[in-house]
T-cell receptor, first 113, second 115 residues
Framework: AQSVAQPEDQVNVAEGNPLTVKCTYSVSGNPYLFWYVQYPNRGLQFLLK??????LVKGSYGFEAEFNKSQTSFHLKKPSALVSDSALYFC???????????FGTGTRLKVLA | DGGITQSPKYLFRKEGQNVTLSCEQNLNHDAMYWYRQDPGQGLRLIYYSQIVNDFQKGDIVEGYSVSREKKESFPLTVTSAQKNPTAFYLC??????????????FGPGTRLTVL
């Protein structure tokens, strides 16, 4: 069965410091991996995805993520956090050949000024 | 929020009442999805549709129904059989086929509250 784990409910980081939001997954076959961000009372906004190719993917607003097949992880990173990055972040996976996306429970990122 | 609209933004339902949430997309996407979001539980799939006049059950279908009569529209009806419908409902769509981006795009959501 497919699953996604976001082990941290909340991550606090000081503005200007690097940030990491963790995601691990379990899927049969090749994974398609995604990160989304959600601001209060809004829909999810796409940040980045890994389908194939380079393990380091770059996305919107300076975010990047690294696909690690051996550790089945897809952690979201940013070199220098902004207060405006404070939001709820979701990791999602879809197995190749399927139509269903599995979402993690979300990690609330709080960037402190 | 792309080219997906959801209405209304806020919806209040009385006990025993059926309500319908609208989802429309102008992205020419084949696939559409409905999710329910509760605090601390992430997104749970209710129904999804890959093509017109076809849809599949997700993980939580009791008390929900959908239709897909047009490519651009995928309305969700919350019936009185859904015992705890208070939640934030999100619609999404995705292009399918070779050369597509495989990315889901989400609408702004509808917050449903049972009075």
């Amino acid at each position: 069965a497919q699953s996604v784990a976001q082990p941290e409910d909340q991550v606090n980081v000081a503005e200007g410091n690097p940030l990491t939001v963790k995601c691990t997954y379990s899927v049969s076959g090749n994974p398609y991996l995604f990160w989304y961000v959600q601001y209060p009372n809004r829909g999810l906004q796409f940040l980045l995805k890994y389908i194939t190719g380079d393990n380091l993917v770059k996305g919107s607003y300076g975010f990047e993520a690294e696909f690690n097949k051996s550790q089945t992880s897809f952690h979201l990173k940013k070199p220098s956090a902004l207060v405006s990055d404070s939001a709820l972040y979701f990791c999602a996976v879809r197995a190749a050949g399927t139509y269903k996306y599995i979402f993690g429970t979300g990690t609330r990122l709080k960037v402190l000024a | 929020d792309g080219g997906i609209t959801q209405s209304p933004k806020y919806l209040f339902r009385k006990e025993g009442q059926n309500v319908t949430l609208s989802c429309e997309q102008n992205l020419n996407h084949d696939a559409m999805y409905w999710y329910r979001q509760d605090p601390g539980q992430g997104l749970r799939l209710i129904y999804y549709s890959q093509i017109v006049n076809d849809f599949q059950k997700g993980d939580i279908v009791e008390g929900y129904s959908v239709s897909r009569e047009k490519k651009e529209s995928f309305p969700l009806t919350v019936t009185s059989a859904q015992k705890n419908p208070t939640a934030f409902y999100l619609c999404a769509s995705r292009a399918q086929g070779e050369g597509t981006t495989d990315t889901q795009y989400f609408g702004p959501g509808t917050r449903l509250t049972v009075l």
